[in-house]
């Protein structure tokens, strides 16, 4: 997206503004990253603070651009429209003044590198960055943080003023690859607890915002030595001190977060085969709900993929066991998605990934597994089938135990790799045209309801997926079979 484009789109705003005699600045993020050269193709979110009540001005604009109105944050007076343009929307978020001025303003926001502001009309009349700089307004040490890549509470007050706060300078650390600064990791960890003041859905986006950046490991290891990441993933804290034998390294609390830094680290390599990479990109960069990415989405599996190892867990014959674990880890993603009300489709696709994690290791155990045992899992994954994939390559990596060798963790990358390549050579296939239902079975074998009529279903799915049934026809003669 142009910035003269989005230029044109604010012009109508300003031009309300006017009309309203309404000072309204943008601040934050989004002059932030614009002066940064960070990519805004994928989105534009935009915040605004104005010097007037704006529940009256918010609903003109949003009536105007026939745009969609939420209220945010009562508690802070936040109001967000949303205008839709043809593929594309503009997210804005609109507060009042937190002070009497924007200078007040500033200085009452939550880091420094946030902290900077510049007036509306100004923003459109500047011609390049380096008016842009000219019109900024922010705090003494803004720019200080910025050169020094810092991330910075503005006052003593900001985390308590707002306790999400605590975990937003994860998200735009891992957003700017920037430090968090030592006295304000000693605050976090000093007021974590107020996190459970802060609504689920805020908390839900943030942590969406953290797992949808490259690098999102270091700040969730970070996270974790707070102990802010235990307040609000509680149902990972029962991996801690869970052994997993000698084929692991870590135990199940931190083989999970491993999970994720091997997942960001294979990423990169995989992405050098360009056939992959155009397929992968498409689907980890899509989004199911909002602007909650399924890479996102994937990483918030890779988290929760062994959750209910604790609860299984038993030794037999010396060997430490976990049979069923998948079931229970499934059962408990849901809890958690439910929690912070994940939409239908993101819970679906969530409990589908940890509950099938472990069927591609079962696949390349096989050695020689037939075309029948992939279609299958194929079928079963459906379209998280490669993120499925992406999950088993990231969770056999992580073992690293002494009986795992490298050459083990590369076999199976290899394998699945070769797989994830099958899955989109076919994949037009992967849900074929339903050619027959349970009441043709049992109408062709004069048989009543029964197992059997659900298993002769998915047994022509699977031959339509190997295109050896491609019609009506063929899957009657198939159905024949089975009189006895």
Not at 151 to 161: E, G
Not at 407 to 422: T, V
Request: hydrophobic share 35%; aromatic share 10%.
């Amino acid at each position: 997206m142009e910035i003269k484009n989005i230029k044109n789109k604010l012009r109508d705003l300003y031009n309300q503004a006017c009309k309203e005699d309404v000072s309204i600045y943008i601040v934050g993020g989004f002059i932030r990253d614009l002066m940064m050269g960070y990519d805004l193709s994928k989105k534009i979110d935009i915040d605004f603070t104005l010097n007037t009540n704006i529940a009256s001005f918010t609903k003109k604009v949003s009536d105007k651009f026939k745009a969609d109105y939420i209220i945010l944050n009562r508690d802070f007076n936040t109001i967000r429209i949303i205008i839709r343009d043809f593929d594309f929307d503009y997210q804005m978020d609109f507060t009042e003044f937190k002070g009497k001025t924007i200078q007040e303003d500033l200085y009452k926001r939550d880091f420094t590198v946030n902290a900077v502001a510049i007036e509306l009309g100004k923003f459109l009349n500047a011609k390049s960055k380096k008016d842009l700089r000219k019109y900024l307004i922010y705090p003494t040490n803004t720019l200080k943080h910025f050169c020094n890549k810092k991330i910075v509470s503005v006052n003593s007050n900001s985390l308590i003023d707002d306790s999400l706060r605590m975990l937003r300078a994860f998200s735009i650390g891992a957003h700017l690859t920037f430090e968090i600064e030592k006295n304000t990791l000693r605050e976090i960890n000093e007021n974590k607890m107020a996190i459970h003041k802060i609504s689920f859905e805020r908390i839900r986006d943030e942590i969406f915002r953290l797992l949808s950046t490259d690098n999102s490991y270091k700040y969730i290891l970070k996270m974790a030595e707070t102990g802010l990441f235990d307040e609000i993933f509680p149902e990972l804290k029962n991996g801690k001190n869970i052994e997993q034998g000698p084929y692991h390294k870590f135990d199940v609390y931190y083989h999970s977060l491993e999970c994720i830094k091997q997942f960001e680290s294979i990423l990169g390599k995989i992405y050098q085969d360009d056939y992959l990479r155009v397929r992968l990109k498409k689907i980890l960069e899509d989004y199911i709900s909002g602007y909650r990415s399924q890479k996102a989405l994937l990483k918030l599996a890779l988290l929760y993929h062994d959750v209910g190892k604790p609860n299984v867990r038993f030794i037999e014959d010396g060997k430490i066991k976990f049979w069923g674990h998948e079931k229970v880890s499934q059962d408990i993603t849901e809890e958690m998605a439910k929690r912070y009300r994940l939409s239908n489709a993101e819970m679906k696709s969530l409990k589908n990934m940890v509950y099938n994690h472990m069927r591609p290791g079962h696949l390349v155990e096989q050695k020689e597994s037939t075309k029948k045992a992939r279609y299958r899992f194929f079928k079963d994954a459906g379209l998280n089938t490669p993120l499925v994939i992406l999950l088993s390559i990231a969770d056999k990596y992580a073992t690293a135990g002494e009986l795992i060798t490298k050459q083990s963790m590369r076999d199976h990358e290899k394998f699945l790799i070769k797989l994830l390549k099958e899955y989109f050579h076919i994949q037009e296939r992967i849900e074929p045209e339903k050619l027959i239902d349970g009441n043709d079975i049992m109408k062709i074998l004069d048989i009543k309801p029964s197992p059997m009529v659900g298993k002769i279903i998915e047994e022509v799915e699977l031959l339509q997926m190997q295109n050896k049934i491609k019609n009506k026809k063929q899957a009657i003669a198939f159905i024949e079979k089975y009189k006895i």
